[in-house]
DNA sequence: AAATTAGGTTACGCGAC
DNA sequence: GTCGCCAAACCTAATTT
């Protein structure tokens, strides 16, 4: 295995300050926190297996994968109180039975740590899966948590207020658009709290994400819409040309995006009125209206209603 | 449906309280 | 933890085209 070391600077802001963060197997941006190599370590199957039939079509590996997701990796075998061995012999030495138990105790419940963090990531699968989140955002938020609580920025606060917040940043670094709102809405957690928090354990953990742009919400738009491709790729250039002429700073991304798809559907004869594109992109008409008229203008698109 | 208008509300980081 | 700072961007709501 290779490791490719040809990217020496960031695509992003031409920062050469690259970080390679071994746990996760990736590179980021030190500057904008943009990632730009990702699952450097391998881990597809081994060339070949030993098992005894020979087999060599199956090349997996022996075991399930090692997750952030169970707060011992899922690798963790449970020692029985039974001072016997499988076939139900006892066990001579029990003292060292005992002293086994008690590593694994200790490494098991050290103070409340690894309890509050089992019961924060099934509450992170729970709440990850109403939110049609990736396996590799749920991993991402899982990370922070742990970060976050051997920080011990958990303390005081409550584990769902953490488990949202290690959401929404792991939602920030991947850019799978989604709002404080839209978690909050689910977790039934007040979104102050929420981006109170999540903004205190990004300057204590010196987290660092990439700046929202609108092209991250024209996917889930169009699909809420049931936009042709054609349309997508439309508003995508039409955010594209925007930024050339430095448009969009300071401007709400998915207003943006709101506005190039309604753009894009006039022209590209699939309209879609501004209500339906207000209501999925949660824009209301009114900055849908201003966004596209002053992109229609600068870019000198007509839109005929 | 879309446009217009007017007036109230928010987000941001930071220091002071 | 909250307040205040501030302007622009955003929102709500009512009304008109």
Not at 68 to 85: A, C, S, V, Y
Not at 165 to 171: G, K, L, T
């Amino acid at each position: 295995m290779s490791v490719d070391t040809t990217v020496v600077k960031c695509s992003e802001c031409a920062s050469r300050n690259l970080v390679y963060d071994d746990n996760r197997g990736e590179r980021h941006c030190g500057d904008c926190g943009i990632v730009l190599e990702q699952d450097i370590i391998d881990a597809s199957p081994e060339w070949r297996n030993f098992n005894q039939e020979g087999n060599q079509t199956d090349r997996s590996r022996v075991g399930a994968p090692a997750t952030n997701l169970l707060h011992d990796k899922g690798l963790m075998t449970d020692i029985d109180w039974q001072d016997r061995d499988f076939s139900g012999a006892l066990i001579r030495n029990r003292s060292q039975l005992y002293r086994m138990r008690k590593w694994q105790r200790r490494s098991k419940i050290k103070g409340s740590r690894q309890k509050n963090l089992s019961t924060a990531l099934m509450k992170i699968r729970s709440l990850c899966s109403k939110l049609d989140l990736s396996k590799t955002v749920q991993e991402r938020a899982a990370d922070i948590y742990k970060k976050a609580l051997f920080a011990d920025l958990v303390r005081g606060r409550s584990i769902d207020t953490m488990v949202c917040a290690s959401i929404f940043i792991a939602n920030q670094q991947l850019q799978t658009a989604r709002t404080v709102d839209d978690i909050a809405k689910i977790a039934r957690i007040g979104p102050k709290e929420i981006g109170r928090t999540y903004r205190e354990v990004k300057r204590k953990l010196g987290i660092r994400t990439p700046l929202p742009t609108p092209t991250i919400y024209v996917d889930r738009f169009c699909n809420a819409l049931a936009l042709q491709t054609k349309i997508q790729r439309d508003a995508y250039d039409i955010i594209r040309r925007a930024e050339e002429l430095e448009m969009n700073d300071g401007k709400s991304p998915s207003g943006i995006a709101a506005a190039a798809i309604y753009i894009a559907s006039q022209v590209g004869g699939q309209p879609r009125t501004q209500r339906e594109i207000a209501e999925v992109s949660n824009v209301t008409e009114v900055t849908i209206r201003n966004r596209y008229k002053q992109l229609a203008d600068s870019l000198n698109i007509e839109v005929n209603l």
